[in-house]
């Protein structure tokens, strides 16, 4: 942990975050907590994508990376290594297993991601519901074409990449969607693309929707932004597990409640 903001951010939510379901209430969340982020549950998809991670993080290929978002704190210039990307440009383990078992237990069919990067999150959020559609959204043309062989050799065919700038790609695709049922926002981490993002994913929002969103402690432009989101006076729970905050607009929780949990 690098930053100072984030590592104050981790001590705090250290002390606050409640633990294996305890104190907590909601019997919605409860239930995510014991079949989510608690179950011990083996899926047969994490040994093979364990063994992808392993292997992208060996691998030597250079891309040209063209990044239309805020950047990376570790990746620096436009030419980059899959290993190097696989090592600190994407979702850890523990992230992807954890969306994995979220689709799964949510049955989430319509899922949308913003950043693609390699596209391991990609095949893990594939792999979580055969009968899902998920669109990624990838700003760097290399990363596309990467992403695509990958998604091939493991014979996806609930995948579409969408290639392009979010700021274009998302309202086209939105347009296009009726409704979304997992939204994971892992791009452009600035609190305007944020918020952005959010307000135009709400329109195609339903009772069961959920958007997650990566690094909120990244800087404090991040934390203001999720901040803001939790208020938002169509969100009526709010879960931080500090990697990810997620927010959900079910009208059965009567009264706006907000979570930490640590996972
Ligand atoms: C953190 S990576 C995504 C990691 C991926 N979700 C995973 O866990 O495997 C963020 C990606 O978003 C892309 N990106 C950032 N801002 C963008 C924008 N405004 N439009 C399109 N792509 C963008 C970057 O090129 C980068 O590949």
Redesign the pocket.
Known sequence: MSNSWLLKKYLSHLLKAKRGGHGVHSPFVFKLTENVFNTQQHFYAFEELSKLRKDLQQNETELE????????QKLLGSKRKVKD?ALH???SQK??ELLFKLVNYLKSKVII??????????LYLSFANTKSQIY?????EN?VKFSKTLFAKKQRTNITSVH????Q?LPQLLSKLSSFDLL?I????TYE?TLRYFKMALEKRTNGSVIIF??IYWSKGMTQAWEEIKQNQNVTLSIDCFYFGMVFFREEQKQKEHFKIFI
Do not use: K, P, R, V
């Open positions: 990376i063209n990044d239309m978002g805020a950047g990376s990307i440009g994407i979702s992230q992807s991601e913003l950043g693609t990067s390699l596209g391991l999150t990609t990624t959204l990838e700003g760097s990363l392009g700038n979010f700021d790609t994971y892992d791009g452009n981490h693309a990566d690094d």
